[in-house]
């Protein structure tokens, strides 16, 4: 009986989606789980659209409008923890943090998905040869959805080292920012060094209004629902002229995808202010290892799911495989804990740092 129960605990647990407990900075999570389901809406798209599924146009020009601000925001979000994760973890401790969180997810799943689709490349879309392995470290971008992991690294290990350059001081950094955007685009041949350039001035703006998002003040006055609705005017214009100007000036582009950015954080706001739609807060919850997962996930089921009357029904098998994504990256994210896999998502450098760091604050305390 009591192993009963204890199956039934397990699945429960499993295919949970309520959300992690009550946080005030619930906010952040609701951002997040926006972010990435726009995220894998854009990939479930791109995928059908390889294999040659005919798409309406409106399904295209939605993926693209949107496309703006849903990686900035990432960056921005993980800028407004740069100061905070150092106060808590220490210099040597944040930065070993994101090597096992960042860098080393990036290159073992990059190797994994790489050799997958060598192996499997009657099913996949993506044309891989032995080469590519050197694309993990030179071009990141031509290795899928992956980038993002290692964009952010690098953003992070260059702006901690200029920030004690500066002695902590914010303006240069943003001035280093807006230089490293004027040269993206001489720099767009190699992607490592496009991503950083392109994506530094989120995560230093992010940083620079820390204080400010996090004030009570703020939250309070982001709380409103007045926010969401006057910016919203200028959210939708600005998504539509960048449908249009794709390849427009970087420095208005920067400006067009904070504008999304400012929606979405003020809208994830309402949300939780409400706790409406509760899932998205753990889809945001788990937006890493959904970020990870859910190309392979939805390569396999599209590919069943191609050869089956869902085929003639290109809407519903969108929303169906961006649900099936998220769905079953959080599922066999939580399978692989379970089964103590979890070196598949985290490295294990310096742990034994950090627990000599959290029994030496606890004696103290």
């Not at 920012?177 to 685009?185: E, G, Q």
Request: hydrophobic share 50%; aromatic share 16%.
């Amino acid at each position: 009986m009591l192993t009963s129960m204890l199956k039934n605990t397990i699945i429960k647990d499993l295919f949970s989606f309520k959300p992690p407990g009550n946080d005030r900075l619930g906010w952040i999570d609701y951002a997040k789980g926006i972010a990435i389901i726009l995220v894998v809406y854009r990939h479930v798209e791109f995928g059908l659209k390889k294999s040659g599924v005919p798409l309406s146009q409106w399904i295209v020009d939605l993926n693209d409008m949107l496309y703006s601000f849903r990686m900035p925001l990432f960056f921005l979000l993980s800028g407004l923890f740069f100061e905070k994760g150092i106060a808590r973890k220490g210099s040597k401790g944040f930065l070993l943090s994101r090597v096992n969180t960042l860098l080393y997810p990036y290159v073992l799943w990059a190797l994994i998905q790489i050799t997958l689709q060598i192996y499997f490349s009657t099913v996949a879309n993506a044309r891989r040869s032995p080469s590519d392995y050197l694309n993990i470290l030179i071009q990141p971008r031509n290795l899928d959805q992956l980038w993002y992991l290692f964009a952010l690294f690098n953003v992070t290990l260059l702006y901690f080292l200029t920030t004690r350059l500066f002695g902590g001081r914010k303006m240069p950094q943003l001035v280093l920012a807006l230089i490293l955007l004027s040269v993206a685009p001489f720099v767009k041949p190699v992607s490592t060094f496009y991503d950083i350039a392109l994506h530094y001035i989120f995560f230093c703006i992010g940083n620079m209004t820390a204080n400010f998002f996090f004030s009570g003040k703020t939250q309070e006055m982001l709380s409103s629902p007045y926010g969401p609705v006057s910016l919203l005017p200028l959210f939708v214009v600005c998504q539509v002229y960048f449908l249009h100007h794709q390849q427009m000036n970087l420095f208005l582009y920067a400006a067009v995808a904070l504008t999304g950015s400012l929606f979405v954080i003020m809208l994830s706001f309402q949300l939780a202010k409400y706790n409406a739609l509760p899932v998205l807060r753990t889809f945001g919850h788990y937006s890493l290892y959904i970020y990870l997962l859910h190309v392979p996930i939805v390569s396999l089921i599209r590919y069943f799911l191609l050869g089956t009357v869902m085929a003639e029904y290109v809407t519903v098998l969108l929303v169906l495989l961006i649900f099936i994504a998220i769905f079953f990256s959080v599922i066999v994210y939580r399978c692989c804990m379970l089964m103590r896999l979890g070196g598949l998502f985290k490295g294990p450098f310096g742990e034994s740092v950090q627990k000599r760091r959290i029994v030496t604050h606890k004696t103290t305390i």
